[in-house]
Each structure stands twice: as C-alpha cells, then as structure tokens.
C-alpha cells in the first residue's frame, strides 16, 4: 500500500456452484444470496461549533499575546491569538452557553486584575466595538473554507513559540487549532487527535481548509499537521526558531512523511 490511506473493499465470499439443485421430496428453493454491501463516501464527523466567546486585549509583540493566552489557559480557558489588521495581537478565549455567562466569566476575570477590558463575541464572530477579524462566521461550506484559509494566511510570519497554545506560541496543532476557533469550530488539541477526529479524504480530493498529517519523526505515528490551502500548497508550523509557513508537498520531505487528509466540514 501507498502513504496515502486508501478505503477499504469487500472481501467476496466463495463463489456459487454452478447448476440447479436437483428437486426432491425435501428440498426447498435456493435460499436468496444477499446482496453485497455497497461502500459509502466517507462523510465528514461534525466538529463541536463555539458558543459566546470573550476578547480581550492588544499587544504590539506577538510574545506577549502568547503570554496572555498563557494566562488565561492557566485559569482553564482554551485562548487564541490573532493579528487584528491593525498591526496588534488580540485573543479570544472561553466557549459559553449563553451571553450572559460570557459576560459574568468576563466580570469575574477583570475583577480579579487578569484582564482589563472584554467584549463579548457572538457565535457568528461579530463583537460589536471590539477589533478582530472582519467577517462573521460563513455558515455555507464554501464561505467557511475561504474564511479558514484567509485566518491561517494572517498567521504568516508569526514565530513558532514552542509548546502550542499552552506554553506562549503555536505548535502546529495549535495553529489548526486557532485558526478552527476564530471560526467558530473546535478542534482537538494535539495532531494525532485531530487525525483521528476528521474523515478521511484522498489527497485528490482534498479541499482548501482540510487537514494535512505527517510522520515527521519517522513511522507511521502522526507527529505534524498543516492546513491545506489547495493546488499542492499548505501553511504550517514547522519548527522552533522558525515563523509560520507556506509550503508545497511536492518537496521530497513532506512528500515522504505525508500520512493523509482529514475533512471536518
């Protein structure tokens, strides 16, 4: 088998002999051979969508962005940065129910100094007053996976800090992860679980905003993960030390180390 996962067919069972059954006095008509099972087109698993979220914050250096999301993860709530368009980071963080949970876990937070100012922002992206991205959530699937590309493009350059979304940077699950979140999709935190999470797809069929793995570390174990941007392309986290990046899967490495493809839409 190839490194990319193919589905799986229908082992047959052993043929039907040949001819009519001779009649008897006992015999019964030939039982109806049931018909074989026809493969299916793997459909997408539906990812759990956010509820209100909280911003908060603006930071010149995208250190201290990731700092501050630190912070926030260290009281239990799952935080992304983003470059806002007007030249600062920002964060958005929690999943609530309702608004007004929002708002009094915001009240909570800005009472205990953690946070200075919040806006509460609505399951379609839109927080009135705040800066952040300037859509609302797309809710047909061509519109989200033009938003997905254009959120994990305003990543491009932003440092690789070590550890993910829990040690003040983005690994490579947490930029997937990130660029998910701010539209409004959440997914695992770390890669192999996130392969798991999707359906699978055929490199061929892979479509702008759908997940690329890799076994970056040898075997077969998913140790990488990039958003796919189409055309052979795709922007990821590669390593310490280096910023965010385009890519092409025609280069031999990536090449070599590629498992497969996941959908989630």
Not at 153 to 165: D, H, I, Q
Not at 181 to 207: M, T
Not at 231 to 254: E, K, N, S, V
């Amino acid at each position: 088998m190839s490194s990319f996962e193919r589905l799986q067919g229908f082992r047959l069972g052993p043929p039907l002999a040949a001819g009519l059954l001779l009649a008897t006095a006992c015999s019964r008509p030939p039982r109806p051979v049931p018909a074989r099972p026809v493969a299916q087109p793997a459909v997408a698993k539906a990812l759990p969508r956010l509820g209100y979220t909280l911003q908060a914050g603006a930071f010149a250096k995208v250190e201290n962005a990731a700092r501050f999301s630190e912070t926030l993860q260290a009281h239990g709530l799952e935080a992304a940065y983003y470059a806002s368009g007007d030249g600062l980071y920002r964060v958005r963080f929690g999943d609530f129910a309702t608004k007004e949970k929002a708002r009094s876990r915001g009240e909570a937070l800005k009472a205990a100094g953690t946070i200075e100012a919040y806006w509460v922002v609505a399951p379609d992206g839109s927080a009135p007053g705040a800066s952040g991205p300037p859509r609302f959530h797309p809710s047909d699937e061509r519109g989200l996976r033009a938003s997905l590309v254009d959120t994990a493009k305003g990543y491009l350059g932003v440092p690789y800090l070590f550890g993910g979304t829990t040690e003040r940077g983005f690994d490579c699950s947490g930029l997937t992860g990130a660029v998910y979140r701010l539209n409004g999709l959440r997914l695992p935190r770390s890669s192999q679980a996130q392969f798991e999470a999707g359906s699978p797809v055929e490199l061929e069929e892979a479509r702008a905003g759908d997940l690329l793995f890799f076994a970056t570390n040898g075997g077969s174990r998913v140790s990488h993960v990039g958003l796919y941007l189409g055309q052979g392309t795709f922007i990821h986290a590669p390593r310490p030390g280096q910023g965010i990046r385009q890519d092409r899967l025609a280069d031999r490495y990536y090449s070599r180390a590629f498992i497969g493809a996941r959908n989630y839409l």
